[in-house]
């Protein structure tokens, strides 16, 4: 079984029993917005989530799409092994600068046609994990645990913001896209994503290449890049990467390594995305073509489970 997203009225209803508003956007009442302290079996960390209404959206009985934003993978920090800001708190510090960005553009009176959700957790405190060909940051709770709480049924399309420099695969700096993955399959790249990628960085696009076992379950005893696709396990909508990189291969435990100006553009990509996704403007996939893949070689959606031996079915 996958684990199911949460919706956002769910979302409220914790939040309304924990912390009912987060810090961060106590200033912005453009912004709706909670926190939801978790525990888990390596340390506890807190899921933010943030829902910025669009002037057509849900939120207000409108029919605009809703984008999801996501940062993965939330460790921010490995104290008190490592002191500092880690390389793979970057998804994170991504989606909370989007989720600023765009309420602060809401209260200013830019608001976006389509809701935009952003949801991450952050942890100072994260344990590591071995990985090759360098080290991982850990999470205090599991990646089912991470899909309930950041992958809502409102997000009618989402992008999964993941550092991804502990690799060889991209060696480039700035950030890339994946392909789009849905239901289990992988489909082709998104034009709308590569022509809005070229415009922000000014460069050709890059594209991060994926492989069968990235888009299957953590914990099914298979090798995966890291954890970007991971939401994809978890919903039915479309799910790009956006995977902020480096050219050389970083510990994602390391200190010191996080490039500001990445981080910008990468903010920038996602607001442009929920921009024009809100519009009607950005496809992530090509239902019709999905709909022919389906009826031509049925479900992939055992993928998005632990599979027959892993659940002992």
């Not at 991470?146 to 550092?163: G, I, P, W």
């Amino acid at each position: 079984m996958r684990s199911a997203p949460m919706s956002w009225s769910t979302l409220a209803g914790k939040t309304s029993n924990t912390c009912s508003r987060s810090t961060l956007f106590r200033w912005m009442p453009e912004a709706l917005s909670g926190s939801i302290p978790v525990e888990g079996e390596k340390g506890k960390t807190d899921f933010i989530c943030v829902r910025v209404p669009g002037t057509a959206g849900k939120s207000v009985s409108g029919e605009a799409p809703t984008l999801g934003i996501i940062g993965r993978l939330g460790g921010i920090g490995a104290r008190p092994t490592v002191i500092g800001l880690v390389s793979d708190a970057d998804g994170a510090i991504a989606a909370v600068a989007c989720a600023l960005k765009l309420a602060d553009m809401a209260r200013a009176g830019d608001k976006l046609p389509g809701d935009v959700i952003v949801a991450t957790h952050i942890c100072p405190t994260a344990p590591t994990q071995p990985h090759e060909p360098v080290p991982f940051m850990d999470s205090p709770v599991d990646i089912a645990t991470m899909n309930r709480y950041e992958v809502h049924l409102d997000m009618d399309a989402v992008l999964s913001v993941d550092t991804t420099r502990g690799n060889w695969v991209l060696n480039q700096r700035g950030f890339a896209i994946t392909p789009t993955v849905k239901e289990g399959y992988i489909l082709k790249i998104s034009q709308a994503l590569l022509d809005t990628m070229a415009v922000v960085t000014g460069r050709p696009p890059v594209v991060l290449p994926i492989t069968m076992q990235d888009i299957t379950p953590y914990g099914n005893g298979v090798y995966h890049l890291n954890s970007i696709m991971q939401p994809a396990t978890a919903t039915d909508s479309p799910v790009v990467g956006v995977a902020i990189t480096a050219a050389w291969a970083v510990p994602g435990c390391a200190t010191g390594a996080s490039q500001v100006a990445d981080i910008e553009m990468t903010v920038r990509f996602c607001i442009e995305v929920a921009k024009a996704f809100g519009q009607g403007k950005c496809a992530f996939y090509d239902a019709a073509e999905f709909e022919r893949l389906v009826s031509l070689y049925g479900s992939m959606k055992h993928l998005q489970t632990m599979g027959k031996k892993a659940s002992g079915g």
